[in-house]
């Protein structure tokens, strides 16, 4: 997830500048160096200062980890911070540009390289991933309208999926980007279809064909470039992030050639206001390496020509009540998971799961559900809510 990128190096810091430069810089998000409000930051080590100079949000990040600083709300914290828009009142480090020219020479999701990147994040263990989450394991937004708890929330999401793909009982959906086949199980439990799920992940793959042996579902090792059949409608949900903006054509080039002529296809993802060509420098080097966020006009870009937009829903706020679920959850599990993780680790996933939060309730990121038919196909979309 893209959350946030910036450096804060003065131009000419001079010894002892640092804490004074930070302290005057936070001033401006209402946020305090030691002070007593729930959002400000605790100093436990001054090397939190050059970290963070140096580095930006990437040495915010890492001071983090290392326990440099502390926060009783950090969420609340990196809330402010993204809502000051600190990133327009400071320069840019040679570091951040390096990585910024990177992004946008090489193509950083190739084939060799996603099969790299997906299992250092969705095979980090599957016991975390069913303690922090709900019983389908769903590791995507949450739809809270109505629903009281994460469980409640996720039946919603799903629920509203398959709705909005009109799915009817005895037709073949692809779902891409299966992850554990939650969606994949709901909609042959729920509506009778035969499901077809790819992911990139042999711990997913595993625990999805346990999970629904029992279903017509099939879990397929696989990247998307490699899809053969056409199916009656095509999900994505939480998979466009790992696509990369110099792939979004042909990705939707491939759905497009999978789709029937009378089909729909759902795409659920994070988005941005702005076209990026690479994420935050910190969640690419701890959390999702090579991810990034697609924006209105990339997606509009990549679908020209080849789909018709039938509808386009924004449910972002509900993933900061999601995450802030899963924190909840990832900190009452920890007594039984820090045998088998570390606490560098700890402070790492709780960080990601903060500063997710907070770009999502700042409104940095965004939670987009669209829905495409190809063009010829004439039936008439009612929206569904």
Same mark, same amino acid.
């Given at each position: 997830m893209d959350t946030y990128s910036f450096s804060l190096m003065p131009d000419s810091p001079r010894p002892g500048y640092e804490q004074q430069f930070i302290g005057e810089l936070l001033a401006k998000a209402d946020i305090r160096?030691? =002070?007593?409000?729930?959002?400000?930051?605790r100093v436990n080590d001054h090397r939190f200062y050059s970290s963070v100079?140096?580095?930006?949000?990437? =040495?915010?990040?890492?001071?983090?980890?290392?326990?440099?600083?502390?926060?009783?709300?950090?969420? *609340?914290?990196?809330?402010?911070?993204?809502?000051?828009?600190?990133?327009?009142?400071?320069?840019?480090?040679?570091?951040i540009m390096l990585y910024r020219l990177a992004g946008r020479l090489f193509n950083g999701q190739s084939l060799k390289q996603v099969r790299?990147?997906?299992?250092?994040?969705y095979d980090l263990g599957n016991d975390l991933f069913a303690m922090?989450?709900? @019983?389908?394991?769903?590791?995507?937004?949450?739809?809270?309208?109505g629903a009281r708890t994460l469980e409640e929330a996720q039946e919603k999401k799903l629920d509203l999926i398959c709705r909005k793909l009109h799915l009817e009982r005895g037709q073949r959906l692809l779902d891409i980007g299966c992850g554990w086949?939650?969606?994949?199980?709901?909609?042959? @439990?729920?509506?009778?279809?035969?499901?077809?799920?790819?992911?990139l992940s042999e711990e997913q793959a595993r625990l999805a064909r346990e999970r629904h042996a029992h279903l017509p579902v099939t879990i397929c090792l696989q990247d998307y470039r490699?899809? *053969?059949?056409?199916?009656?409608?095509?999900?994505?949900?939480g998979m466009m992030e790992h696509v990369g903006y110099k792939n979004y054509r042909r990705y939707m080039q491939v759905v497009h050639q999978a789709l029937k002529a009378d089909g729909l296809f759902l795409l659920h993802c994070i988005g941005s206001d702005t076209s990026v060509n690479?994420?935050?420098?910190?969640?690419?080097?701890?959390?999702?390496?090579?991810?990034?966020?697609?924006?209105?006009?990339?997606?509009?870009?990549?679908? @020209? =020509?080849?789909?018709?937009?039938?509808?386009?829903?924004?449910?972002? *706020?509900?993933?900061?009540?999601?995450?802030m679920e899963w924190r909840r959850r990832f900190n009452a599990a920890w007594p039984a998971l820090k045998a088998a993780y570390s606490e560098t680790f700890y402070r790492m996933w709780d960080y990601y799961l903060c500063c997710s939060a907070a770009s999502f309730r700042a409104k940095k990121n965004k939670l987009w559900q669209m829905v495409f038919s190809k063009p010829g196909n004439h039936r008439i979309y009612t929206p569904v809510r």
């Open positions: 160096l030691n =002070g007593t409000e729930p959002w400000d930051i100079l140096r580095d930006g949000s990437l =040495g915010l990040g890492e001071s983090y980890m290392a326990g440099f600083w502390d926060s009783p709300s950090p969420d *609340t914290t990196l809330y402010k911070l993204l809502s000051a828009d600190l990133e327009t009142r400071v320069g840019r480090s040679l570091k790299r990147d997906v299992p250092r994040h922090m989450l709900d @019983e389908r394991m769903i590791y995507s937004c949450a739809y809270w309208q086949g939650g969606l994949a199980g709901y909609a042959a @439990e729920k509506y009778g279809v035969e499901v077809v799920g790819i992911t490699n899809l *053969t059949g056409q199916f009656d409608r095509v999900v994505s949900v690479r994420t935050d420098p910190w969640i690419n080097r701890y959390i999702f390496p090579n991810g990034m966020m697609p924006s209105l006009r990339q997606i509009a870009a990549a679908a @020209e =020509g080849l789909w018709v937009m039938e509808d386009w829903h924004n449910f972002g *706020t509900d993933y900061d009540l999601t995450l």
